[in-house]
């Protein structure tokens, strides 16, 4: 099984992010709660800081956030409407097309 390491986040940068996100104490229960559980969506959370500044893909895990996009949704878009591309995922989040594509998705799960 692979392990992931996540990279240090600046104290300011992350704490914006938990406000938003029951007050996790680390991006690792950050993530585990973002994921809901869901194998797939804990993977494109984690792939989210492959290439980037930790900054920048705080910033994409807020946008998913504030769309309420969680667990089995992240995965969706990443496999399904991504083609399992973190580029075009990520492309597709900031032009807000991907958010609108999961959120009309036959498989969106509403998370409560």
């Not at 029951?22 to 290439?51: H, I, R």
């Not at 900054?55 to 996009?69: F, V």
Request: with cysteine; net charge negative.
């Amino acid at each position: 099984m692979k392990t992931f390491t996540i990279p240090p986040v600046s104290n300011n940068s992350m704490k914006m992010f938990f406000e938003k996100i029951d007050q996790p104490d680390s991006v690792k229960n950050m993530l585990v709660d973002m994921s809901k559980g869901n194998p797939g969506g804990a993977t494109v959370l984690v792939k989210l800081f492959e290439g980037v500044k930790p900054e920048d893909a705080l910033k994409d895990i807020e946008i998913l956030n504030e769309a309420g996009i969680y667990g089995g949704n992240l995965w969706i878009g990443f496999k399904d409407l991504c083609n399992q591309d973190i580029e075009e995922f990520r492309k597709k989040l900031h032009d807000e097309d991907l958010v609108q594509q999961i959120t009309d998705s036959r498989y969106f799960i509403q998370y409560e």
